[in-house]
């Protein structure tokens, strides 16, 4: 996500420190980073479905905005993200770093992706639910299922879009090292699907993509594949729909119009629900917004529309206390 660059500080003096590769008692591998002064209550950063997980540069550089600008920020590594694979105990570990972390504070989340949608179901557990402050979401799913069936009907009438777009590249790169076993894929193939999604939204262009693309990719059915592996209570559990009853705070929720790899209706779904339950939220679906590329339009008034959203969550979380 773009979002970063819209919260660009100077961080030349660097008024923050960086703790790297913390862990909890459980293990939980985490950054903390903790401004000079800090101003509001600390947020927890979630990544998407990137092997960079925590060390993602962009998750850094929005998190190193933060504490610049006095929000303590908190990036943990999920760990079933990380190996781009869908794994419910991801949630209960969010949710015991959560606990962990929160010493008499509300938190906020803030997701990206699918850590958007794990950081709704995070706050809308009753562990933790009177912990959380705030969420902020870019790029939410709202129910698994209908996000699959979607890879499925663009699979079915691929002249609709372009089968060699970012987005659909980086999904079949996700699918082929999440099922790497059972394509029974070479070592030297699966490092070199690693090596791409660690590159994909830094350093790799789209010439590089397609070409990946079409030697070791286009010939296999990988949605076919992913739509014969699914799993109900997997995506049940970790799909939001259904879920946002149990939230306690007021939820953001930004979404790009175009995303390729969720889309924008999974944002509306989210807004209908939380409607139902009288659940407080913004939504804002701007094209400043970005899944995977990184290269489009910027438009000033949308980033004001994201930075009150942003700038109301988090005042409404600043020094509050939990009460007892």
């Given at each position: ?67 610049a600008s006095g929000i303590p920020c908190l990036a943990p590594r999920i760990h079933g993200l990380a190996e781009c694979d869908l ?28 850590g958007a949608s794990y950081a709704l179901l995070a706050a809308a557990h009753p562990k933790v639910a009177s912990k959380i402050g ?78 990946f693309y079409q030697s070791h990719l286009r010939q296999l059915d990988l949605v076919q594949l992913e739509k014969e592996s699914r ?94």
């Amino acid at each position: 996500m773009r979002i970063a660059g819209i919260l660009k500080l100077s961080t030349r003096n660097k008024p923050y420190c960086e703790h790297r590769d913390l862990h909890t008692p459980q293990g939980m591998l985490f950054d903390w980073y903790e401004p000079s002064h800090a101003t509001a209550t600390p947020a927890i950063a979630l990544p998407g479905v990137t092997v960079n997980s925590k060390d993602d540069p962009r998750l850094q550089y929005f998190a190193r905005c933060l504490a610049a600008s006095g929000i303590p920020c908190l990036a943990p590594r999920i760990h079933g993200l990380a190996e781009c694979d869908l794994q419910p105990a991801d949630i209960l570990e969010l949710v015991d770093f959560i606990d962990q972390q929160s010493n008499g504070q509300r938190l906020g989340l803030i997701g990206f992706s699918y850590g958007a949608s794990y950081a709704l179901l995070a706050a809308a557990h009753p562990k933790v639910a009177s912990k959380i402050g705030y969420v902020l979401s870019f790029g939410a799913y709202h129910n698994l299922d209908d996000l699959f069936s979607t890879y499925v009907t663009k699979k079915a009438s691929l002249h609709h879009i372009d089968p060699e777009s970012s987005d659909w590249i980086y999904l079949h790169l996700v699918l082929a090292y999440r099922h790497r076993k059972k394509l029974e894929l070479s070592d030297q193939t699966v490092q070199l699907v690693y090596r791409l999604l660690q590159t994909y939204c830094h350093t790799s262009n789209l010439q590089d993509k397609r070409a990946f693309y079409q030697s070791h990719l286009r010939q296999l059915d990988l949605v076919q594949l992913e739509k014969e592996s699914r799993d109900a209570f997997i995506h049940s559990s970790l799909s939001p729909a259904g879920r946002l009853h149990g939230l306690r705070c007021p939820i953001g929720l930004l979404h790009d119009p175009n995303d390729g790899l969720i889309p924008a209706d999974h944002a509306q779904a989210l807004q209908k629900e939380l409607s139902t339950h009288g659940i407080r939220h913004q939504i804002l679906i701007t094209p400043l917004l970005s899944h995977v590329d990184v290269s489009g339009m910027r438009r000033f008034i949308d980033t004001l529309a994201i930075m009150k959203i942003f700038l109301l969550l988090v005042r409404r979380s600043k020094n509050r206390e939990i009460n007892p």
